[in-house]
């Protein structure tokens, strides 16, 4: 019975070490550099550019706001959107992120435009241009598509939308340049 007792005491003992140890406030994470470079699009922007003629939606001239911000921890981008175009006003939210496993930006996207987007791209950063890529259905057609952003300054940066046609070729339905409102 002693033995038990002590065998119960040693256990026990070990477990709450390895509690205690456990529950050390430890470093907390820091963001990577890639997640750093999200800091750019913090702040407000302004945006204006042009819808071309395309399968999914009319052409003609369209305006934007932005407002983005560090998410808690400054992992994430949160961005709300406020738009105008050639389908009527449209809002929406978007968040910027980095995937540290597959090594590649993300972006999440809703909004409540006619179209009523949701999409999950996977992007790139080469210089100053960051590539976005996806692919989803639109009118339950299968699409790829990507955003590039070209950054001219810490202030401002040109946009477009491609989407690929049936041939393979990659054909603009959007462009535009972005300018920081602050």
């Known amino acids: 019975m002693r033995n038990r007792r002590v065998i ?31 800091g750019y ?3 407000a922007w302004k945006s204006a550019g042009e819808v071309k003629a395309n399968p999914f939606m009319p052409a003609g001239k369209f305006t934007g706001s932005d407002r983005c911000e560090w998410f808690e921890g400054g992992f994430a981008v949160v961005c709300h959107s406020e738009g105008s175009g050639p389908m009527g006003p449209s809002k929406g939210i978007g968040i910027l992120g980095y995937n540290t ?19 999950v791209p996977k992007g790139t950063v080469q210089g100053d241009t960051w590539t976005y890529n996806d692919e989803s259905k639109i ?14 300054s810490p202030t401002s ?15 603009t339905i959007m462009d535009g340049k972005a300018t920081k409102a602050e």
Do not use: C, H, I
């Open 8 to 38: 119960f005491a040693v256990v026990s003992a070990l477990v709450l070490a390895a509690a205690v140890a456990m529950a050390q406030p430890g470093e907390a994470p820091k963001p990577t550099p890639e997640q750093q470079k999200l």
């Open 41 to 43: 699009y913090v702040g």
């Open 101 to 119: 496993e597959e090594g590649v930006y993300t972006y999440y996207g809703v909004d409540n435009g006619p179209m009523a987007m949701a999409s």
């Open 139 to 152: 009118g339950g057609k299968p699409v790829k598509s990507r955003y590039v952003m070209q950054l001219l």
């Open 157 to 171: 940066y040109t946009f477009k939308w491609e989407m690929q046609d049936e041939a393979g070729a990659w054909q």
